[in-house]
């Protein structure tokens, strides 16, 4: 996958809470990366095995449609974990520094 600054701030929010749920509306608030640029990528990490993913159970829901979730593998963590790793000598990704303490 194309190391870009929108992969960076979508690795960075899913690495934040590594074992949790995340929904794509909340992804895209939390990284600032817009859904048109957001669900293909989330789309090509499920395809490269870094995702798996999910609907919620309309059982536990009321007045609103079930949303689509996605959750770390571990092939993920350590793939995403390397980008970040590798990004932090690039000059491209100095504002995201400070967030990859």
């Known amino acids: 996958m194309r190391k870009t600054y ?4 979508v690795a960075t929010e899913l690495l934040a809470d590594f074992a ?3 929904y794509g509306y909340d992804l895209a608030k939390k990284s600032g990366v817009r859904s ?8 090509r990490m499920v ?3 870094w995702l798996t993913d999910g ?13 689509r979730y996605y959750e770390l593998t571990n092939e993920g963590i350590q793939c995403l974990g390397g980008l970040i790793e590798e990004a932090r000598s ?9 967030r990859w303490v």
Not at 6 to 9: K, Y
Not at 90 to 98: G, K, M
């Open 36 to 43: 048109g640029v957001l669900y293909p990528m989330l789309t």
């Open 6 to 9: 929108a992969l960076m701030q």
């Open 20 to 22: 949790g749920k995340h």
């Open 55 to 67: 609907w919620e159970d309309p059982a536990q829901i009321q007045g609103r449609p079930p949303r």
């Open 90 to 98: 690039d000059a491209r990704f100095a504002s995201l520094r400070e």
């Open 47 to 49: 395809e490269a095995g």
